[in-house]
């Protein structure tokens, strides 16, 4: 068995995995996959253990989509098998994360509700829209317009969590451009920079 750390470009030589061992890169088309020994038993360590490993491919590699922990396969055919009909979803993913990396916002507060309007159906699809999109954090993406690549938002009734793609190197002014903004009733808190975790597609073993 072997395990999946992350789909690349350009990485770089002698890397290590959870274990110390030696990394190896099987290429599928313009893939790079970056890949070791399957990973140990699933602990706190262990998961610190890869998430190491995957920033260290991504700091070094001009893209790299991360691999969740316990993405295995039996062996590089396999491996190759289990990618091989997802090349163009990969690839286009890869350019979207190349020369990027992530930064995290975590939201704190109750949001407003929308106002009432139409039938509960209506309501639920206006509630559902909002959880998505936080137009709260409006002001905050006019702030960040000109450094964030891309957006994700994961939306809840009192936290949401909103993934941002940034060039690498932009960490400090984004982090700048987010305290300077000031949110009726929620609270920001800032993490990253990050490889492109929520950017990249699950890949199911």
């Known amino acids: ?44 360590e262990a998961l610190r253990a890869h998430e190491a ?23 590089e055919a396999a491996l190759s098998q289990l990618i091989e009909s997802r090349q163009v979803e990969l690839a286009e993913a890869l350019r979207l994360v190349r020369g990027r990396e992530q930064m995290t916002l975590r939201v704190h ?32 993406r006019s702030a960040l317009a000109n450094l964030v690549r891309a957006e994700r938002v994961e939306g809840h009734s009192e936290v949401a969590s909103v993934y941002h793609l940034i060039d690498r190197g932009g960490a400090a002014a984004y982090q700048r451009a987010v305290e300077g903004i000031r949110l009726d009733g929620l609270r920001v808190a800032i993490s990253g920079p990050w490889p492109a975790w929520s950017f990249a597609p699950e890949i199911e073993p």
């Open 1 to 44: 068995m072997i395990g999946l750390y992350a789909i690349a470009l350009g990485a770089p030589p002698e890397l290590t995995g959870a274990r110390g061992e030696p990394l190896r890169v099987l290429r599928c088309g313009e893939l790079e996959l970056v890949h070791g020994e399957v990973p140990p038993p699933l602990s706190a």
């Open 53 to 75: 490993a995957v920033r260290r491919i991504a700091e070094g590699a001009l893209a790299c989509l991360p691999a969740r922990f316990g993405c295995c396969a039996e062996d």
């Open 109 to 140: 507060g109750a949001r407003p509700a929308p106002p009432a309007a139409g039938g509960p159906g209506t309501r639920y699809l206006e509630q559902r829209r909002r959880a998505m999109t936080l137009p709260e954090l409006d002001p905050l």
